[in-house]
Protein backbone atom coordinates (compact mmCIF):
# COMPACT_ATOMS: atom_id res chain seq x y z
CA UNK A 1 0.00 0.00 0.00
CA UNK A 2 1.09 3.76 -0.45
CA UNK A 3 -0.27 4.44 2.83
CA UNK A 4 2.72 4.84 5.52
CA UNK A 5 0.06 3.94 8.35
CA UNK A 6 -1.30 0.92 6.63
CA UNK A 7 0.46 -1.77 9.24
CA UNK A 8 -1.23 0.42 11.92
CA UNK A 9 -4.64 0.01 10.79
CA UNK A 10 -4.35 -3.60 9.28
CA UNK A 11 -2.92 -4.74 13.08
CA UNK A 12 -5.99 -2.95 14.59
CA UNK A 13 -8.51 -4.17 11.88
CA UNK A 14 -7.20 -7.85 12.17
CA UNK A 15 -8.24 -7.29 16.03
CA UNK A 16 -11.67 -6.97 15.34
CA UNK A 17 -11.74 -9.05 12.63
CA UNK A 18 -10.60 -12.18 14.53
CA UNK A 19 -12.16 -11.81 17.92
CA UNK A 20 -16.04 -10.37 16.39
CA UNK A 21 -16.04 -11.84 12.73
CA UNK A 22 -17.53 -15.35 12.07
CA UNK A 23 -15.73 -15.90 9.09
CA UNK A 24 -13.41 -13.26 6.70
CA UNK A 25 -12.78 -13.98 2.96
CA UNK A 26 -9.16 -12.53 2.26
CA UNK A 27 -8.69 -10.68 -0.78
CA UNK A 28 -5.02 -9.36 -1.59
CA UNK A 29 -4.10 -6.36 -3.61
CA UNK A 30 -0.80 -8.03 -4.45
CA UNK A 31 -2.23 -10.88 -5.71
CA UNK A 32 -5.22 -9.47 -7.58
CA UNK A 33 -2.63 -7.00 -9.16
CA UNK A 34 -0.04 -10.35 -10.05
CA UNK A 35 -3.26 -12.24 -11.27
CA UNK A 36 -4.03 -9.29 -13.27
CA UNK A 37 -0.74 -8.49 -14.98
CA UNK A 38 0.04 -12.36 -15.51
CA UNK A 39 -3.27 -13.81 -16.21
CA UNK A 40 -4.88 -11.39 -17.72
CA UNK A 41 -2.18 -9.58 -19.50
CA UNK A 42 -2.80 -6.39 -18.32
CA UNK A 43 0.22 -4.24 -18.22
CA UNK A 44 -1.09 -1.39 -15.48
CA UNK A 45 -4.23 -2.65 -13.86
CA UNK A 46 -7.30 -0.47 -13.45
CA UNK A 47 -9.08 0.15 -9.80
CA UNK A 48 -11.90 -0.91 -12.08
CA UNK A 49 -10.42 -3.73 -13.23
CA UNK A 50 -9.53 -5.19 -10.04
CA UNK A 51 -13.06 -4.40 -8.24
CA UNK A 52 -14.20 -7.03 -11.16
CA UNK A 53 -12.22 -9.59 -10.23
CA UNK A 54 -13.52 -8.60 -6.39
CA UNK A 55 -16.99 -8.51 -7.89
CA UNK A 56 -16.42 -12.36 -10.06
CA UNK A 57 -15.01 -14.13 -6.80
CA UNK A 58 -18.25 -12.68 -4.26
CA UNK A 59 -20.76 -13.52 -6.41
CA UNK A 60 -19.30 -17.08 -6.96
CA UNK A 61 -19.30 -17.65 -3.11
CA UNK A 62 -22.85 -16.73 -3.66
CA UNK A 63 -24.04 -19.42 -6.50
CA UNK A 64 -25.24 -21.68 -3.67
CA UNK A 65 -27.80 -19.43 -2.53
CA UNK A 66 -29.11 -17.76 -5.77
CA UNK A 67 -29.38 -21.22 -6.84
CA UNK A 68 -30.34 -23.27 -4.33
CA UNK A 69 -29.78 -26.99 -4.16
CA UNK A 70 -29.64 -29.59 -1.37
CA UNK A 71 -26.67 -28.93 0.30
CA UNK A 72 -25.13 -25.30 1.00
CA UNK A 73 -28.06 -23.30 0.80
CA UNK A 74 -27.46 -20.86 3.46
CA UNK A 75 -24.34 -19.50 5.14
CA UNK A 76 -24.09 -21.14 8.08
CA UNK A 77 -24.32 -24.54 6.03
CA UNK A 78 -21.84 -23.38 3.54
CA UNK A 79 -19.26 -22.28 6.61
CA UNK A 80 -19.60 -24.59 8.89
CA UNK A 81 -17.38 -26.98 7.80
CA UNK A 82 -14.85 -24.79 6.24
CA UNK A 83 -14.06 -23.68 9.94
CA UNK A 84 -13.71 -26.30 12.59
CA UNK A 85 -11.82 -24.19 15.34
CA UNK A 86 -13.22 -20.11 15.84
CA UNK A 87 -10.57 -18.37 15.57
CA UNK A 88 -8.97 -19.95 12.62
CA UNK A 89 -11.85 -18.43 9.94
CA UNK A 90 -9.79 -16.31 7.47
CA UNK A 91 -10.68 -17.71 3.65
CA UNK A 92 -8.39 -17.61 0.77
CA UNK A 93 -10.23 -17.74 -2.55
CA UNK A 94 -9.57 -19.04 -5.94
CA UNK A 95 -11.23 -18.60 -9.02
CA UNK A 96 -10.87 -20.42 -12.57
CA UNK A 97 -11.29 -19.14 -16.05
CA UNK A 98 -10.58 -16.04 -15.26
CA UNK A 99 -12.25 -13.47 -17.81
CA UNK A 100 -11.85 -9.40 -17.67
CA UNK A 101 -12.95 -7.13 -20.08
CA UNK A 102 -10.39 -5.27 -21.44
CA UNK A 103 -10.36 -1.81 -21.16
CA UNK A 104 -9.14 1.74 -23.55
CA UNK A 105 -5.58 2.60 -21.97
CA UNK A 106 -6.16 6.17 -22.73
CA UNK A 107 -9.37 8.34 -21.49
CA UNK A 108 -11.90 9.57 -24.45
CA UNK A 109 -12.57 12.92 -24.93
CA UNK A 110 -16.08 13.88 -25.24
CA UNK A 111 -17.56 16.49 -28.01
CA UNK A 112 -17.02 19.67 -25.34
CA UNK A 113 -13.49 18.55 -24.86
CA UNK A 114 -14.18 17.15 -21.37
CA UNK A 115 -12.83 13.93 -20.59
CA UNK A 116 -14.80 10.52 -20.24
CA UNK A 117 -14.03 7.77 -17.73
CA UNK A 118 -12.85 4.34 -19.48
CA UNK A 119 -15.79 2.10 -20.67
CA UNK A 120 -14.83 -1.86 -21.55
CA UNK A 121 -14.58 -3.19 -24.98
CA UNK A 122 -16.81 -6.54 -25.35
CA UNK A 123 -13.52 -8.49 -26.06
CA UNK A 124 -12.46 -10.25 -23.48
CA UNK A 125 -9.67 -12.20 -22.28
CA UNK A 126 -8.31 -15.95 -24.40
CA UNK A 127 -10.20 -18.68 -22.18
CA UNK A 128 -8.46 -22.41 -22.31
CA UNK A 129 -11.43 -25.18 -23.04
CA UNK A 130 -12.06 -26.38 -19.67
CA UNK A 131 -13.37 -29.37 -18.16
CA UNK A 132 -14.33 -30.79 -14.21
CA UNK A 133 -10.95 -31.98 -13.68
CA UNK A 134 -9.06 -29.44 -15.55
CA UNK A 135 -11.42 -26.23 -13.23
CA UNK A 136 -10.83 -28.50 -9.43
CA UNK A 137 -6.90 -28.98 -10.32
CA UNK A 138 -6.72 -25.16 -11.22
CA UNK A 139 -8.23 -24.07 -8.24
CA UNK A 140 -5.19 -25.56 -6.33
CA UNK A 141 -2.72 -23.80 -8.19
CA UNK A 142 -1.47 -20.80 -6.19
CA UNK A 143 -1.50 -18.66 -9.50
CA UNK A 144 -5.53 -18.94 -9.18
CA UNK A 145 -5.81 -18.02 -5.51
CA UNK A 146 -6.24 -14.33 -4.33
CA UNK A 147 -3.99 -14.45 -1.69
CA UNK A 148 0.38 -13.80 -1.62
CA UNK A 149 0.86 -16.88 0.59
CA UNK A 150 2.97 -20.00 -0.33
CA UNK A 151 0.09 -23.06 -0.47
CA UNK A 152 2.96 -25.05 -1.89
CA UNK A 153 5.61 -25.13 1.06
CA UNK A 154 6.35 -28.64 2.46
CA UNK A 155 4.94 -27.78 5.95
CA UNK A 156 1.73 -25.97 5.28
CA UNK A 157 -1.69 -27.76 4.31
CA UNK A 158 -5.69 -27.17 4.00
CA UNK A 159 -7.74 -27.24 6.98
CA UNK A 160 -10.84 -27.49 4.61
CA UNK A 161 -11.67 -27.29 1.29
CA UNK A 162 -15.07 -26.32 -0.60
CA UNK A 163 -15.09 -26.00 -4.97
CA UNK A 164 -18.42 -24.91 -6.48
CA UNK A 165 -18.51 -26.27 -9.91
CA UNK A 166 -20.89 -24.05 -11.93
CA UNK A 167 -22.42 -25.29 -15.39
CA UNK A 168 -25.39 -26.45 -16.60
CA UNK A 169 -24.35 -29.89 -18.48
CA UNK A 170 -21.70 -31.06 -15.27
CA UNK A 171 -22.60 -34.56 -14.32
CA UNK A 172 -22.00 -35.94 -10.63
CA UNK A 173 -19.70 -38.73 -12.33
CA UNK A 174 -17.84 -36.06 -13.66
CA UNK A 175 -16.88 -34.76 -10.39
CA UNK A 176 -16.86 -38.16 -8.88
CA UNK A 177 -13.98 -38.91 -11.23
CA UNK A 178 -12.36 -35.77 -10.51
CA UNK A 179 -11.92 -36.26 -6.96
CA UNK A 180 -10.27 -40.00 -7.36
CA UNK A 181 -7.73 -38.81 -9.86
CA UNK A 182 -6.80 -35.56 -7.44
CA UNK A 183 -7.05 -38.26 -4.31
CA UNK A 184 -5.02 -40.88 -6.56
CA UNK A 185 -2.53 -37.68 -7.46
CA UNK A 186 -1.95 -36.75 -3.69
CA UNK A 187 -1.46 -32.77 -4.90
CA UNK A 188 -3.29 -31.47 -2.26
CA UNK A 189 -2.18 -32.17 1.72
CA UNK A 190 -4.80 -31.68 4.39
CA UNK A 191 -3.96 -31.33 8.46
CA UNK A 192 -2.89 -34.63 10.14
CA UNK A 193 -5.51 -34.27 12.49
CA UNK A 194 -8.77 -34.00 10.60
CA UNK A 195 -10.45 -35.84 7.92
CA UNK A 196 -8.76 -35.26 4.46
CA UNK A 197 -11.40 -34.18 1.99
CA UNK A 198 -12.70 -31.96 -0.78
CA UNK A 199 -16.12 -30.95 -0.37
CA UNK A 200 -17.88 -30.14 -3.76
CA UNK A 201 -21.30 -28.15 -4.65
CA UNK A 202 -22.69 -28.20 -8.13
CA UNK A 203 -24.15 -25.23 -9.17
CA UNK A 204 -26.16 -23.59 -12.38
CA UNK A 205 -25.12 -20.86 -14.13
CA UNK A 206 -27.32 -18.09 -15.04
CA UNK A 207 -29.49 -18.28 -18.07
CA UNK A 208 -29.20 -14.51 -19.11
CA UNK A 209 -25.31 -14.57 -18.54
CA UNK A 210 -23.57 -15.37 -21.82
CA UNK A 211 -20.44 -17.72 -20.75
CA UNK A 212 -17.69 -18.08 -22.70
CA UNK A 213 -16.78 -21.29 -21.22
CA UNK A 214 -18.78 -23.95 -19.83
CA UNK A 215 -17.31 -24.87 -16.86
CA UNK A 216 -15.99 -22.57 -13.63
CA UNK A 217 -15.18 -23.12 -10.21
CA UNK A 218 -14.78 -21.47 -7.26
CA UNK A 219 -13.02 -22.18 -4.09
CA UNK A 220 -13.36 -21.29 -0.66
CA UNK A 221 -10.47 -22.83 1.78
CA UNK A 222 -8.84 -22.36 5.15
CA UNK A 223 -5.44 -22.80 4.82
CA UNK A 224 -2.60 -22.74 6.93
CA UNK A 225 -0.22 -19.93 4.83
CA UNK A 226 -2.54 -17.97 6.22
CA UNK A 227 0.16 -17.22 9.33
CA UNK A 228 2.46 -15.74 6.35
CA UNK A 229 0.17 -13.27 5.24
CA UNK A 230 -0.34 -12.04 8.67
CA UNK A 231 3.27 -12.85 9.59
CA UNK A 232 4.21 -10.05 7.06
CA UNK A 233 2.18 -7.75 8.44
CA UNK A 234 3.39 -7.94 11.96
CA UNK A 235 6.78 -7.68 10.49
CA UNK A 236 5.96 -4.39 8.50
CA UNK A 237 4.21 -3.17 11.27
CA UNK A 238 6.78 -3.54 13.56
CA UNK A 239 9.36 -1.92 11.36
CA UNK A 240 7.55 1.72 12.27
CA UNK A 241 6.03 0.83 16.04
CA UNK A 242 9.27 0.40 17.34
CA UNK A 243 10.26 3.78 15.96
CA UNK A 244 6.60 5.14 17.23
CA UNK A 245 6.93 6.41 13.44
CA UNK A 246 3.34 8.04 12.16
CA UNK A 247 1.67 8.17 15.64
CA UNK A 248 0.16 11.59 16.05
CA UNK A 249 -2.91 11.37 14.31
CA UNK A 250 -3.91 8.69 16.27
CA UNK A 251 -2.78 10.23 19.68
CA UNK A 252 -5.62 12.45 19.20
CA UNK A 253 -8.33 10.50 19.46
CA UNK A 254 -9.90 9.31 22.62
CA UNK A 255 -8.81 5.83 22.46
CA UNK A 256 -5.30 6.91 22.12
CA UNK A 257 -5.08 9.62 24.05
CA UNK A 258 -4.20 8.23 27.07
CA UNK A 259 -1.50 5.10 25.89
CA UNK A 260 -0.67 3.55 23.07
CA UNK A 261 -1.70 -0.31 24.67
CA UNK A 262 -4.10 -0.76 22.13
CA UNK A 263 -1.85 -1.33 19.80
CA UNK A 264 -0.05 -3.57 21.74
CA UNK A 265 -3.07 -5.88 22.28
CA UNK A 266 -3.84 -5.99 18.52
CA UNK A 267 -0.31 -7.30 17.71
CA UNK A 268 -0.90 -9.94 20.49
CA UNK A 269 -4.14 -11.16 18.97
CA UNK A 270 -2.53 -11.24 15.51
CA UNK A 271 0.54 -13.16 16.74
CA UNK A 272 -1.25 -15.85 18.84
CA UNK A 273 -3.25 -15.93 15.48
CA UNK A 274 -0.61 -16.78 13.50
CA UNK A 275 0.61 -19.31 16.25
CA UNK A 276 -2.50 -21.07 16.12
CA UNK A 277 -2.37 -21.67 12.37
CA UNK A 278 1.32 -23.03 12.34
CA UNK A 279 0.12 -25.02 15.45
CA UNK A 280 -2.61 -26.56 12.73
CA UNK A 281 0.11 -27.71 10.71
CA UNK A 282 1.01 -30.58 13.66
CA UNK A 283 -0.73 -33.79 15.00
CA UNK A 284 -0.76 -32.23 18.42
CA UNK A 285 -3.33 -29.67 17.69
CA UNK A 286 -6.17 -31.26 19.19
CA UNK A 287 -4.06 -30.85 22.30
CA UNK A 288 -3.45 -26.85 21.78
CA UNK A 289 -4.31 -24.63 24.66
CA UNK A 290 -4.89 -21.16 23.32
CA UNK A 291 -4.80 -19.32 26.88
CA UNK A 292 -1.34 -21.48 27.71
CA UNK A 293 0.17 -20.11 24.10
CA UNK A 294 -1.10 -16.42 24.90
CA UNK A 295 1.13 -16.55 27.76
CA UNK A 296 0.44 -14.91 31.32
CA UNK A 297 1.55 -11.57 29.97
CA UNK A 298 -2.15 -9.98 29.24
CA UNK A 299 -6.06 -10.40 29.07
CA UNK A 300 -7.44 -13.56 27.83
CA UNK A 301 -9.32 -13.01 24.79
CA UNK A 302 -12.99 -13.50 24.48
CA UNK A 303 -15.03 -15.37 21.38
Request: net charge neutral.
Amino acid sequence: SDVVVQPYNSVLTMKRLTLNADAVVVLDNTALNRIAVDRLKIENPTVDQLNSLVATIMAASTTTLRYPGYMNNDLIGLLASLIPTPRCHFLMTGYTPLTLADYYQNPIPNADGSISPTYPIARSASIRKTTVLDVMRRLCQPDNIMVSANTRKPSSCYISMLNIIQGNDVEPTQIHKALQRMQERQTIKFIPWGPASIQVALARKSPFLASTNKVSGFMLANHTSMAELFDRLLSQYDQIRRRNAFLDNYRREPMFQDNLDEFDSARETVQCLVDEYRACERKDYVDYDYDTAKGDGGEVLEE
